[in-house]
T-cell receptor, first 113, second 111 residues
């Protein structure tokens, strides 16, 4: 296991389409985070899982965003009816609970045209 | 909600000069973490501070956590071109496990 893996690395989609991203965390990590980052900004918290339970979701996250972690391993983030404002880098991170140090994946860059 | 602010937003230095970035939280933190993101890369963990007033060093990098656990700083002595990147602080709330990132300080080093 070499780290957090995200797929795809890049996604271009037309406005109004749905997209789904996948994150495979480090295998022994039971915490998984999704962040969104735009150019020149810090990572913005979207949601967080402890095992399969989604424990917190940002109020900034509209109903078009949903995330799952069905078996407490990989996670998916779906954006429905994409808008141009959704264009960003979507970062996944995982951690062990005792340390909270977050390991980030390479991210999925979404471009909505 | 919790806000984490960082200054300055940008810093340009000559190689060999020192660099400091400051981080302030609107709420008391459980701990604070620092990350470095190289251009085109993803954030990479540098260090975590947990105790009030804690100071940690990593070679030329010195990290401090304030007494009230609401502010922190990162100081780099004698910058090198390899220090180029954006430095983020991230605060862990005492009430939960949300890790909130600051806006970052983008450091450029002129050789």
């Amino acid at each position: 296991d070499t780290g957090v893996s995200q797929d795809p690395r890049h996604k271009i989609t037309k406005r109004g389409q749905n997209v789904t991203f996948r994150c495979d965390p480090i295998s022994e990590h039971n915490r998984l985070y999704w962040y969104r980052q735009t150019l020149g900004q810090g990572p913005e918290f979207l949601t967080y899982f402890q095992n399969e339970a989604q424990l917190e979701k940002s109020r900034l996250l509209s109903d078009r965003f949903s995330a799952e972690r069905p078996k407490g391993s990989f996670s998916t983030l779906e954006i429905q009816r994409t808008e141009q404002g959704d264009s960003a880098m979507y970062l996944c991170a995982s951690s062990l609970p005792a340390h909270f140090e977050a390991f980030f994946g390479q991210g999925t860059r979404l471009t909505v045209v | 909600g919790q806000q984490v602010m960082q200054i300055p937003q940008y810093q340009h230095v000559q190689e060999g000069e020192d660099f400091t970035t400051y981080c302030n939280s609107s709420t008391t933190l459980s701990n604070i973490q620092w990350y470095k993101q190289r251009p085109g890369g993803h954030p990479v963990f540098l260090i975590q501070l947990v105790k009030s007033g804690e100071v940690k060093k990593q070679k030329r990098l010195t990290f401090q956590f304030g007494e009230a656990k609401k502010n922190s700083s990162l100081h780099i002595t004698a910058t090198q071109t390899t220090d180029v990147g954006t430095y983020f602080c991230a605060g862990l709330e005492t009430s939960g496990s949300r890790l909130t990132f600051g806006e970052g300080t983008q450091l450029t080093v002129n050789p």
